[in-house]
């Protein structure tokens, strides 16, 4: 299926267990993007990814650490689940960084911390 | 401290009425995006303005760019219960990166 990508959809866990959340992305584009998703606080980005093999820290980076190994998959993950990282996550892609250019999100997960 | 501030967070109105939403910040932006967002769903892009001043429509959906380049708003004609749904403002602050800055966000709540 052509477009982005984001597995699982709903995830239970329990503190301090790792998780790691899935984004694949179809038209090669070369940013990717994780944004976490709160009430009160909008979409805030933790990390972004250039290319394959560069990434970088957002806005709220702690806690989380992403790869991009290939340049259609994006996986985010928490190594040590904490309650504060209950949220929803949304991965985006677009074809250059910028508010130019489209962001294309998924259709998010939904991470409960227990 | 929030660099967008979007107004109202919350608007219930009957289907038929007008409506505007705001965008602010004390901030330049290069540009500025909107987005709407449905249940379950990742926000999908409404709308890019580049150029102060710049008026961009969509349908009934209005959009505008400040003159500074610091706010934005979106106007909603003869609102729809398909109007429905979280708008969000975005945009990346001049001369700042490239990041884009979201607003909290606006839910709409459309009644026939």
């Known amino acids: 299926d052509a477009g982005i990508t984001q597995s699982p959809r709903y995830k239970i866990t329990e503190t301090g267990r790792q998780v790691t959340l899935m984004c694949h992305q179809t038209w090669s584009h070369s940013y990717m993007f994780w944004y976490r998703q709160d009430l009160g606080h909008g979409l805030r980005l933790i990390y972004y990814?250039?290319?394959?093999?560069?990434?970088d820290k957002g806005e709220v980076p702690d806690g989380y650490v992403v790869s991009r190994s290939k340049t259609e998959n994006f996986p985010l993950t928490l190594e040590s689940a904490t309650r504060s990282q209950t949220s929803v996550y949304f991965c985006?892609?677009?074809?250059?960084?910028?508010?130019?250019?489209?962001?294309?999100f998924g259709p998010g997960t939904r991470l409960t911390v227990l | 401290t929030q660099l967008l501030e979007q107004s109202p967070q919350f608007l219930s109105i009957q289907e038929g009425e007008n409506l505007t939403v705001y965008c602010n910040s004390s901030?330049?932006?290069?540009?500025l995006q909107w987005y709407r967002q449905e249940p379950g769903e990742g926000p999908v892009l409404l709308v890019t303005v580049v150029t102060g001043g710049e008026v961009k429509k969509l349908k009934r959906l209005t959009f505008q760019f400040g003159d500074a380049r610091k706010d934005s708003s979106l106007h909603i004609t003869a609102a729809q219960p398909g109007d429905t749904g979280l708008y969000l403002c975005?945009?990346?602050?001049?001369?700042?990166?490239?990041?884009?800055?979201f607003g909290k966000g606006t839910t709409l709540s459309v009644s026939s």
């Open positions: 901030s330049v932006f290069s540009s």
């Open positions: 985006a892609s677009s074809e250059i960084a910028g508010g130019y250019n489209e962001q294309f």
């Open positions: 975005a945009g990346v602050v001049y001369q700042a990166g490239t990041a884009l800055i």
């Open positions: 990814s250039a290319a394959a093999d560069i990434t």
